[in-house]
């Protein structure tokens, strides 16, 4: 659908399958691909596609991260005592049910 949208707008691009391809996989509908254009329209391209820079998405993403780390789901040490409990629940019962067994 990109690759039309900038055909229609005048821009040629070219579209690349990655790894493999149709004749490997049977079809390339699933597997990732490249957009290509020449340099020149690259901006044109981008504005068109409203693709961000990726410089400009890795600094949003550093700034994010920044202030999203305190407000994760759940705090590590919570899952680090969830897992020990579970754990320590499994290993107790396999004691508990060894010493019916003898």
Known sequence: MAEQRLQ????????????????????????????????????RARDILKIVP???REGEQLSEKRGVQRSQLMPQWMVIATIVAIVSFIALTVVIANRAVR
């Open 8 to 43: 229609l707008e005048g821009i040629p691009c070219l579209v690349r399958s990655l790894r493999g391809g149709p004749g490997l996989w049977g079809t390339a509908y699933n597997l990732p691909h490249d957009l290509l254009v020449y340099e020149g329209d690259e901006a």
């Open 54 to 56: 990726r410089e400009e």
